[in-house]
C-alpha cells in the first residue's frame, strides 16, 4: 500500500507537497479505511481541482518516478519516458525529489527517493521501519553509494550517475528481499492516462489476450460489463484462439453481442460502443488487480465520460471490504462533484490542487483545510458540511476564476 508520496520541483509543483494516505483520527466512514497490523490506511483519494490546477501533475509525478526506477540507462532511447517539460522550475537548478513511503508485501513499511537534476542522479535512498523509527538500507550521493546494510553489496558502491542503486541492484539479487519487496512495488503500480490512443490500443490488446486465454476471466468481465450495461449478452474475438491471433500478425477484433428487439441478438463492432462502455472494458483489468492483489492504481480523470453514478459505483468497489479484500488503493483525479459529499467520502479523502499567481500548483486535503471566511475563521471544515456547494462557491479555493469575454462584433 502507499502511505505518503511526497514530490518536489516537478513541472507545476515547485514546493514540496504530499498525498498522505495514511487515515486521520476522523470517525466517518471508518470501512473506507484499510485496518491492519502496520496501520490504518485510506483506500481512496480523490483529487480536485481547476483546469491547470496541477492535478494530473501530482499523478503524473508518480509515473515519472516510476518509470526511472524500472527503466535501465541502456534501455531509455526505447523507453516511454518523456524528459521534456518536467523541470518547469529548474531556472532555480534546484534537483527533482520524489520519495515514497510503503507497506510492501513482506508486511514491512520503507521509504524510498532520489533526487535528480537534468538525468543525473543527486542522491538515493531506501529505509525500512522498525519500531517507529527508520533505519537505513542504503544511502548515496551522486555515484558513491553508502551505508550499505548488506556487505553483499559493497562491490557496486560506485555506479554510473544517471542510473538508479534500486533499478541496478534488485535485479543483480533478486533473493535480497528488501530490494525486491520496493521493486515489485513499483512494477505493481500502475499509472492510466487513459487519453493516450497508443495506451488504448495497449489495453484494448491485453484485455482481448485475456478473454481468449481465460475463460473465468471472460465470464467475469462480461459480469461486470453488465452491471451498468444491461443490453450487453456475450463478447466475442476474432480471431478465437491465441493459436490463430499468432498467424493473424497479433491482431485481435473484439466484438460485442447485443439484445436487440423480440430478443434478436445483434453482433456489433465494440469501436460502436459508448465511450463509457469503452472506458469501463478497459478499466476491469486493472480494477481487478488493484483489488485482488492490493495494488496502488491512479487514473486520471476517472470520471470523464462516465455517469456520476457509474463513478459512485467503482468508488464503492474500493471502499467496499468485500469486494476490496486486498485493501487495493484508488488514487484519481476528477471533476465530479455530484459525488463530492460526506456520504461517499471521509474528509481525509478528498484532495486539492490549486496554482498561485506565479503558477506554482499546491494540494492539500479537506481536512486539513482552514477556513477564512468570517463566520468560521480559523477553524475546520466540519463533517456535516455540503462539500460539492460549499467548494463550487469557492469556500476551499482550487476552483477556476472566471472573467468575462466580450465579443468584438465589429467590421474589420
Known amino acids: 500500500m502507499l502511505i505518503r508520496f511526497s514530490f518536489k520541483n516537478f513541472k507545476s509543483f515547485k514546493n514540496e507537497n504530499c498525498l498522505d494516505m495514511e487515515a486521520t483520527s476522523l470517525k466517518e466512514h471508518e470501512y473506507n479505511v484499510a485496518k491492519i497490523d502496520n496501520g490504518e490506511y485510506l483506500k481512496v483519494s480523490a483529487i480536485y481541482g481547476a483546469n491547470a490546477s496541477g492535478k494530473t501533475n501530482v499523478l503524473q509525478a508518480f509515473d515519472y518516478m ?3 526506477i524500472l527503466v535501465s540507462d541502456d534501455s531509455k532511447k526505447n523507453s516511454p519516458i518523456d524528459e521534456e517539460n518536467v523541470y518547469s522550475f529548474m531556472i532555480n537548478n534546484d534537483p527533482i525529489a520524489l520519495e515514497v513511503e510503503i507497506l510492501a508485501k513482506n508486511n514491512k513499511i520503507y521509504k524510498y527517493g532520489f533526487e535528480l537534476v537534468k538525468d543525473n542522479i543527486i542522491s538515493e535512498w531506501l529505509y525500512e521501519k522498525r519500531v517507529n523509527k527508520f ?16 556487505n553483499k553489496i559493497t562491490m557496486l558502491a560506485n555506479i554510473d550517475e544517471r542510473t538508479l542503486f534500486l533499478n541496478i541492484y534488485s535485479k543483480i539479487d533478486r533473493n535480497n528481499e528488501d530490494f525486491s519487496s520496493v521493486y515489485d512495488w513499483f512494477v505493481n503500480s500502475t499509472y492510466l492516462d487513459l487519453g493516450n490512443p497508443n495506451f488504448e490500443r495497449f489495453i484494448n490488446n491485453r484485455v482481448s489476450l485475456k478473454i481468449l486465454s481465460d475463460e473465468n476471466y471472460k465470464k467475469e468481465l462480461l459480469k461486470f460489463i453488465k ?6 449478452e456475450e463478447i466475442k474475438t476474432t480471431p478465437d484462439s491465441i493459436e490463430a491471433v499468432k498467424s493473424n500478425n497479433g491482431i485481435i477484433d473484439i466484438e460485442v453481442i447485443h439484445k436487440g428487439e423480440n430478443g434478436e ?4 463492432p465494440f469501436y460502436l460502443e ?6 469501463m472494458f478497459h478499466l476491469f483489468d486493472f480494477f481487478m488487480d488493484a483489488l485482488k492483489n492490493g495494488m496502488v492504481l491512479f487514473v486520471d ?18 471502499h467496499n471490504s468485500d469486494t476490496n479484500k486486498g485493501n487495493g488503493q484508488l488514487i484519481y483525479s476528477t471533476h465530479d462533484t455530484v459525488n463530492l459529499n460526506k456520504e ?6 478528498i484532495w486539492f490542487a490549486e496554482k498561485d499567481k506565479d503558477g506554482i500548483s ?43 469575454f466580450e465579443i468584438d462584433y465589429e467590421k474589420q
Do not use: C, M, Q, W
Open 135 to 150: 533505519y537505513s538500507i542504503f544511502e548515496r550521493e551522486k555515484n558513491n553509494v553508502k551505508n550499505i546494510r548488506n
Open 265 to 268: 441478438l445483434k453482433v456489433l
Open 227 to 232: 452491471t451498468f450495461d444491461s443490453g450487453i
Open 66 to 68: 516510476k518509470k526511472r
Open 274 to 279: 459508448s465511450n463509457g462502455t469503452r472506458k
Open 362 to 404: 499546491e494540494i492539500y486535503a479537506l481536512s486539513d483545510y482552514i477556513l477564512e471566511d468570517d463566520k468560521n475563521a480559523g477553524k475546520k471544515v466540519r463533517n456535516d458540511a455540503t462539500y460539492n456547494k460549499d467548494y463550487l462557491t469557492g469556500r476551499y479555493g482550487a476552483i477556476p476564476v472566471l472573467e468575462e
Open 301 to 318: 480523470e476517472l470520471d470523464a465520460k462516465l455517469h456520476p453514478l457509474l463513478t459512485r459505483y467503482i468508488i464503492n468497489l474500493f
Open 344 to 349: 461517499t467520502f471521509r474528509r481525509d479523502e
